[in-house]
């Protein structure tokens, strides 16, 4: 079955330091691809970075970078610099194929929240 | 203007009553979807859409149902409330246009019942 596992409930980090958010996932398809979210208070869901199985380097945007490692099945978000602003919830999402076939959708994590101290 | 957009951003009802949950897009995507997050349990699919003539069930259809009223509409009801369904509502579309699926989501609707 597919699943994500995220299980840190919480961490705490100074303002400037990098913080890593952990992700391992399971599933049997070789054609798969990873999300992370973040959740503020206000509550939106918003997309971060993506990284694909067969993408053979690590994702990266901006602050964000994504440490995949696929024979270890762990997809972690690392958060360079973190800021104030950092301070939500995040998701990591898995693509998985439906039943239907030829359709996809996501498997969400059960999230972590990140707080960022000044 | 937000590009996904969910009426009413929040909601009380009480148990058995019926109600409709709207989203609505400017984005021109094909797809959408519902869900719902509960605390500690994070997001779970209720169903989903691929184009207007498209519905399918997500992981927890139950107690739920959908309509697509047009390739910008995507309601979501329940026939007949119940308390565990009090959660957050996130509609959502995606695209291909990053090379990969990604999903934007409305800003949610959140629903107590009574």
């Known amino acids: 079955a597919q699943k994500i596992t995220q299980t840190q409930p919480g961490m705490f980090v100074q303002e400037k330091e990098a913080v890593t958010l952990d992700c391992t996932y399971d599933?049997?398809?070789?054609?798969?691809?990873l999300f992370w979210y973040k959740q503020p208070s206000s509550g939106e869901m918003i997309f971060l970075i993506y990284?694909?199985?067969?993408?053979?380097q690590n994702a990266t945007e901006g602050r964000y970078s994504l440490n995949f490692q696929k024979a270890r099945k762990s997809a972690n978000l690392v958060i360079s610099a973190s800021q104030l602003g950092d301070s939500a919830m995040y998701f990591c999402?898995?693509?998985?194929?439906?039943?239907?076939?030829?359709?996809?959708?996501?498997?969400f994590g059960k999230g972590m929240k990140l707080t960022v101290n000044p | 203007d937000a590009d996904v957009t969910q009426t009413p951003r929040n909601r009380i009802t009480k148990t058995g009553k019926r109600i409709m949950l709207e989203c609505s897009q400017t984005?021109?995507?094909?797809?959408m979807y519902w869900y719902r997050q509960d605390p500690g349990l994070g997001l779970r699919l209720i169903y989903y859409?691929?184009?207007?003539?498209?519905?399918n069930k997500g992981e927890i259809s139950d107690g739920y149902s959908v309509s697509r009223q047009a390739q910008a509409k995507f309601s979501l009801s329940l026939e007949s409330a119940i308390p565990n369904q009090t959660a957050l509502y996130f509609c959502?579309?995606?695209?291909?246009?990053?090379?990969?699926?990604?999903?934007?989501f409305g800003p949610g609707t959140r629903l107590l019942v009574l």
């Open positions: 959502a579309t995606s695209d291909n246009t990053r090379g990969h699926e990604t999903q934007y």
């Open positions: 599933t049997s398809d070789p054609s798969y691809g």
């Open positions: 990284q694909g199985s067969y993408d053979q």
């Open positions: 999402a898995m693509r998985v194929q439906s039943t239907q076939g030829g359709s996809e959708k996501l498997v």
């Open positions: 984005k021109g995507h094909d797809r």
């Open positions: 859409s691929f184009d207007v003539k498209d519905i």
